[in-house]
């Protein structure tokens, strides 16, 4: 594994700052904004009183300020010169070495380069001197994971942008045939739209809107909002889910509603101050089918927060990229838009990789699970974690781990009267009225029936009703359950270990029903004497 030590948390907006000024002499910055790193690294160059260079292979090694130029020095575009030039300089300085981590990763590693950079941080590290990497991915050859010190440069936050459109606005102020309408609620709203961009990702979608309409006004926020999504899908592992659901649409699982419904006010500012903690995630492990993708999609609706879905099924497809660099932005991009609801769904299917992995994709998909699990122990912002997983044979016990998330519940197959307000639900969703259906003979007879299946009876019950040409009653969709072998038989036995797996470590998520449970209190025969209730004895 080459994993070098990751400093903490994703880092604070001056993190970069208080290594440089800890003397750190070679660090690693994961970001994709090589411009705005180096943008900062001028303003502190600056207050520091450093003098700042920039290195590429193009340009060789460059003072800073001293314009396109040329390079200063001959040969210096050559990666192990530039460092021994690195060595030799006396003054304070910050070197930038742009695309570097292209000679220092595993696989095309160059071993000069890694012996040369080695040297340089023993030599740097008293002096005032320091060496920034920007990459948009973490991977490093194993030898030099002692020497750099890496950290996750954030996505700009709210002053960020609203700079940024500050200075738009300015830009555009003089031009006449544009109007920029924006009240200070709207420019709020505004700002938010675009958080989980880069900067210059912002600044295309702020200037698109503005010369498609040649205005920026409210009407904008939407417009800023889809390119948003449409960016954020883009990058491979992240979607904003838009979703219609509510949570009177998942039948059943009271615990588990109630439980969820009870933090929907836990991220207010109000919260914080009476001391309660920001609810950290869920996880819902259970039967496939029962309803467990559809309360993740009405939670974010209930607490009126963003839903991003997180692909685990693409993180590891070679179509998006690197897995590891997906992650990171992944994460980024979650926490700059926070609080937000992150869903994972069927989280099991990575971890299933995950196992594997080491022999098949060189630890590609053990390292992304365990960015992800550093990541959720360790997260300071409001990025609420839903997961959900069908098979737990899979999940790693450190997702288990207490701490890691708040709570772990069990989504059981449903019980007579959860089936009864299933097809309650799935019945009214169809404008049928449901005092017409014998609902305590459907739910007796679809024992067994997972959520999905109750619904799948009711859509065909109406495929067979329909070309009759007459409307449903109870005897199609009874007729419809007959004709199905549920999930829950042909699976007897994964259902029948999942139980005892949740026995212990998971919470129901739904109150069982005294009356579906089969009794197992022994009757006792107790001689006494009857007590009248309220008699003094
Ligand atoms: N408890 C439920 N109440 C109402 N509908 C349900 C319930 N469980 C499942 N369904 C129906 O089945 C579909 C699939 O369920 P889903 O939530 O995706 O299951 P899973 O637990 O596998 O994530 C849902 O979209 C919904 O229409
Ligand atoms: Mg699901």
């Known amino acids: 594994m080459s994993e070098p030590a990751r400093s903490r948390t994703a880092a604070p907006i001056d993190e970069l700052e208080t290594l440089i000024r800890a003397r750190y002499a070679v660090i690693y910055v994961v970001t994709w904004e090589e411009r705005r790193v180096e943008q900062r690294l001028v303003a502190l160059a600056e207050r520091r009183n450093k003098q700042l260079y920039t290195w590429s292979v193009t340009t060789g090694l460059l003072r800073a300020g001293d314009g396109a130029g040329g390079p200063r020095g001959k040969g210096l575009s050559d990666p192990v010169e530039a460092l021994s030039a690195v060595i030799e300089q006396k003054e304070p300085a910050i070197y930038l070495l742009k695309d570097f981590h292209m000679f ?248 299933s990789g995950s196992q594997a992995s080491g022999g098949t994709d060189g630890g590609t998909t053990a390292r992304v699970m365990s960015t992800f699990l550093t990541w959720l122990s360790e997260k300071q912002k409001p990025v609420f974690v839903l997961a959900t997983a069908n098979n737990i044979s899979q999940l790693p016990p450190e997702l288990l781990r207490k701490g890691r998330l708040d709570e772990i519940f069990f989504v059981d197959l449903p019980s007579a009267p959860e089936r009864r307000r299933i097809f309650e639900i799935h019945l009214a969703k169809r404008g049928r009225r449901v005092e017409q259906f014998d609902l305590e003979g459907l739910a007796e007879a679809s024992d067994g029936f997972s959520g999905a299946e109750i619904e799948e009876a009711v859509v065909s019950a109406l495929y067979d009703a329909f070309p009759l040409g007459r409307d449903i009653v109870t005897g199609d969709i009874l007729a419809a359950l007959q004709a199905t072998v549920p999930l829950s038989r042909t699976m007897a036995e994964e259902i029948t270990a999942l139980r005892t797996w949740a026995q212990g470590r998971a919470r129901p998520a739904a109150r069982r029903d005294l009356r579906d449970v089969p009794s197992t209190r022994r009757k006792l025969e107790i001689d006494a004497q009857p007590q009248e209730i309220g008699s003094v004895p």
């Open 104 to 351: 220092i990763r595993p696989r095309d590693c160059n071993v000069g380069v890694i012996r040369r950079l080695r040297e340089v941080a023993q030599a740097l590290s008293d002096s005032y001197k320091t060496i920034v990497i920007t990459a948009p991915v973490l991977d490093v050859a194993r030898e030099l994971e002692k020497d750099l010190c890496v950290i996750d440069y954030p996505l700009p936050g709210t002053d960020e942008v609203d700079l940024l459109l500050h200075r738009i606005c300015e830009d555009v102020a003089a031009a006449t045939n544009i109007r920029i309408e924006l009240g200070p609620r709207d420019r709020e709203r505004l700002i938010q739209a675009a958080l989980g961009l880069t900067l210059q990702e912002a600044e295309n979608v702020f200037a698109k809107t503005i010369i498609s309409d040649g205005n920026l006004s409210a009407a904008d926020v939407s417009t800023v909002f889809s390119e948003k999504r449409q960016i954020i899908r883009k990058s491979g592992l992240l979607d904003y889910y838009e979703s219609q659901a509510v949570m009177e649409d998942t039948g059943g699982l009271d615990e588990l509603k109630g439980w969820l419904t009870k933090r929907a006010a836990a991220f207010s500012q109000a919260a914080r101050e009476y001391g309660l903690p920001a609810p950290k995630g869920v996880l819902l492990v259970g039967v496939q089918g029962c309803g467990k993708s559809l309360c993740a999609k009405a939670v974010a609706s209930a607490w009126n927060m963003p839903l991003l879905r997180f692909d685990v099924g693409r993180m590891f497809s070679s179509l998006v990229g690197s897995s590891e660099e997906n992650i990171r932005r992944a994460i980024g991009v979650a926490e700059s838009i926070s609080p937000v609801v992150l869903w994972v769904d069927e989280i099991d299917k990575a971890m």
